[in-house]
């Protein structure tokens, strides 16, 4: 049983355009929502995170969105570049744990 | 600057072969983590440890053990390597509370 459902799996997107990637939920103990960037042949980086007690988190060209009563969180990726190309995975962790549950991850490619 | 260092990037083993991976961190982190990564199934928890000697099961354990002597230090190891154990073995550490810091991984093939 998956506890975070990422989508899509694969995702191909033209330079300058906007790439959406959905994550859902089920567990309302979860608390911490961060999304992890990895590049090929490298390990997953942490790219940016959100608590539930904003709707929304800009970093540069990444934004994240939350809908708690959803149960559901995005990332945003605006004006793509080919250098976003990557593996992005969602994650979701409860509130005293240090274990995240790791959605299946999306292969973006951004071509130029 | 943090560092997760998994000492082998490329591995060829045979069926039946005892493998070992180590990981090594710089970070003075309390917990450490293995996970195996497959394309479609993203990133799957091994074995976690959060000190010293003290380790977890995580989603997929069969098959694998995990060794922690020292507190920078986690070794995944297959006792018996099988085809199925092919696959992409990422290392990982973090504080208590904190993102974790990956290596790079370490690509095995079992022949």
Redesign the interface.
Same mark, same amino acid.
């Given at each position: 049983q998956q506890q975070v459902k990422q989508s899509p799996q694969s995702l191909i997107v033209q330079k300058g355009g906007i790439s959406i990637i959905n994550c859902a939920y089920e567990n309302t103990a979860f608390d911490y929502f961060p999304w992890y960037q990895q590049f090929p042949g490298k390990g997953p980086a942490l790219l940016i995170a959100i608590r539930p007690d904003v709707s929304e988190k800009k970093e540069g060209r990444f934004t994240i969105s939350f809908n708690k009563s959803a149960k559901q969180f995005s990332l945003h990726i605006m004006d793509s570049q080919p250098g976003d190309s990557a593996t992005y995975f969602c994650a979701a962790r409860v509130g005293g744990s240090y274990i995240p549950t790791f959605g299946r991850g999306t292969s973006l490619i951004v071509h130029p | 600057d943090v560092k997760?260092t998994q000492s082998s990037r490329y591995l060829v083993k045979r069926t039946g072969e005892k493998v070992f991976l180590e990981c090594v961190q710089d970070m003075d982190h309390e917990?450490m983590?293995w996970y195996r990564q497959d394309p479609? =199934?993203?990133?799957r =928890?091994i074995y976690?440890s959060?000190d010293v000697k003290m380790k977890e099961k995580g989603d997929i354990p069969e098959g694998y053990s995990v060794s922690r002597e020292k507190k920078e230090r986690f070794s995944l190891i297959l006792e018996s390597a099988s085809t199925n154990q092919t696959s992409m073995y =990422?290392c990982?550490s $973090?504080s $208590?509370?904190?993102? =974790?810091?990956?290596?790079?991984?370490s690509r095995l093939t079992v022949l």
């Open positions: - | 997760v917990n983590f479609g =199934l993203g990133l =928890l976690f959060y =990422l990982a $973090s $208590s509370g904190g993102e =974790l810091f990956f290596g790079e991984g």
